[in-house]
């Protein structure tokens, strides 16, 4: 890896960072949220976008670990599985965020 | 080859990854990157002309990769090879990026440096290999003295043919040139393919050849048109001599032709040119003949425009047909495609009072509205065309019960 591209994947890296406080505490949000409600509500599609999102692109800032569990919360939401299965499951990856990046 | 910078286009609905990218293949791939978070942001670098390799997230928010490889696809002549990054590359996404014509695919997940920049390299390394290719046959096609589709000469060889006729600085001699414009070849390629398309062209040509006599001179100078040139300089009344064969040609080349089960009415439309009178040079003359077959060609039109009607009449009532008997038994039927005077045999299945399942043996598309007749039965009904699966397809009659009352006798 070149100085440059070193010096522009740390940047890249803190926003990384960044993004996944905030990624956090929305999975934390929208997970209480599902939790509480029986219809195929709006946060079970927001809770799939932060997966999907965090399984693009965790493996590529060095966190190969969390691109699988965001994977598994990806698919959970796009097959039919029970609301409260999801948001438990959200959590969860919230949590693994929280370890693994040491917030 | 490699060497050079290579243009690439990325586009993806994340800001932080699209960033990433940039920076990766800017960096470790040696490449000159333009960044897009929407298919809006992409086309307007796209029609720039400078992008060599698009890489496109499947995943793009509001729309698909997919979608945006067919609008590419659609917009442009020569479309720039794409490459596909996947989040989770499911074998179905890849066997559809493949039909789609992209050129490779990514996994975006551990995204491999290596792995990708190779894609990207490889996919312009061989599109620039078959622009090259392209380049070459179309060389040698423009050199070639006939024309590879029908077997006549090619407009390579008439234009040379025309510049010695016409480079004569001693008495030069007087010649008519017909331009034959065949009528239709795009729509018939559009309805019924490709394979059919050709095999049409190559009955026109066969005809055009035919209709001949000794010290003319026919080919085909483009895809639908064709040009003989006429020896008048003999001829003692030229003129009759010119209107006569013109008279004769437009005759010959209105012919029905079948291809296994579509049956083609074929035309032309015919100009005379005169050196040189109406020009002094092969694209002069090529010129003033076709400003004639334009206007003959949109009286044409004009006279064979299809009725409004038939498109207006789309009444159906789906509660009731849903409930009618249908007749589940096959039966021959044809398809007569209105203003192009062409025949489609096909099979006929639930027939209904509001109307049929039918299926083609080859490549059809059916025109929004047509005619149907049930061999054997009764008359020609005007149809709509519902839907289309492949060869099968629903139509619904134009009024309803006339179906099965007048079809089905």
């Known amino acids: ?103 | 080859m490699q060497s050079e910078q290579i243009r690439v286009a990325v586009i993806d609905d994340d800001p932080l990854f699209l960033d990433y990218v940039s920076e990766l293949l800017g960096h470790q791939g040696g490449m000159r990157v333009t960044k897009a978070t929407d298919g809006d942001q992409l086309f307007k670098e796209l029609d720039k002309g400078y992008v060599e390799c698009v890489l496109v997230d499947y995943n793009l928010g509001n729309e698909n990769g997919f979608d945006v490889a067919e609008r590419i696809k659609q917009r442009y002549d020569v479309p720039p090879p794409m490459v596909l990054l996947t989040g989770r590359g499911g074998e179905r996404t890849v066997v559809k990026s493949f039909r789609l014509g992209l050129s490779d695919y990514v996994s975006k997940r551990n995204l491999n440096t290596s792995e990708l920049v190779g894609a990207i390299r490889g996919a312009v390394d061989r599109h620039r290999q078959t622009i090259s290719s392209r380049a070459e046959l179309e060389f040698h096609k423009q050199q070639s003295a006939y024309d590879g589709s029908t077997g006549l000469y090619s407009a390579s060889h008439i234009k040379k043919c025309v510049a010695k006729l016409t480079s004569a600085t001693i008495a030069p001699k007087p010649f008519a040139l017909i331009a034959i414009r065949m009528n239709g070849i795009a729509r018939i390629e559009k309805t019924f393919g490709r394979l059919v398309a050709d095999r049409a062209l190559r009955a026109f040509g066969q005809r055009v050849q035919a209709s001949t006599r000794a010290g003319d001179i026919c080919g085909r100078i483009r895809d639908d048109a064709f040009v003989t040139i006429l020896d008048t300089s003999a001829a003692p009344k030229s003129l009759s001599t010119v209107s006569d064969r013109l008279e004769k040609l437009k005759q010959h080349l209105s012919f029905e032709t079948d291809f296994d089960t579509v049956t083609l009415q074929l035309s032309a439309t015919l100009a005379v040119a005169r050196y040189p009178e109406d020009g002094s040079n092969f694209d002069a003359l090529l010129e003033h003949a076709a400003i004639l077959t334009d206007t003959a060609a949109e009286n044409q039109d004009k006279a064979t425009a299809q009725p409004e009607s038939h498109a207006n009449c789309v009444g159906a009532r789906p509660e009731r047909r849903r409930n009618d008997r249908r007749h589940r038994v096959l039966k021959r039927g044809r398809i007569y495609v209105v203003g192009m005077n062409s025949v489609v045999d096909c099979t006929i299945r639930n027939l209904s009072e509001y109307g049929a399942m039918l299926r083609v043996n080859s490549f059809f598309v059916a025109p929004d509205t047509f005619e149907l007749m049930v061999v054997g039965a009764s008359g020609r009904q005007p149809v709509t065309t519902r839907w289309q699966t492949g060869l099968d397809f629903g139509v619904q009659f134009v009024n309803p019960g006339d179906g099965r009352t007048k079809l089905d006798g």
């Open chain 1, 1 to 103: 890896m070149g100085e440059a591209f070193a010096l522009k994947f740390g940047l890249l890296k803190e926003r990384f960072r960044g993004r996944m406080i905030g990624d956090v505490d929305k999975l934390d949000h929208l997970a209480l949220q599902l939790a509480a409600t029986d219809s195929n509500s709006e946060e079970r599609k927001r809770i799939r976008d932060i997966a999907h999102r965090l399984a693009g692109t965790a493996g590529t800032f060095g966190y190969p670990d969390l691109t699988e569990r965001a994977a598994h919360v990806e698919k959970m939401a796009d097959v039919a599985c029970g609301n409260s299965a999801l948001a438990e499951t959200a959590r969860l990856l919230s949590r693994g965020i929280r370890e693994v990046m040491d917030f």
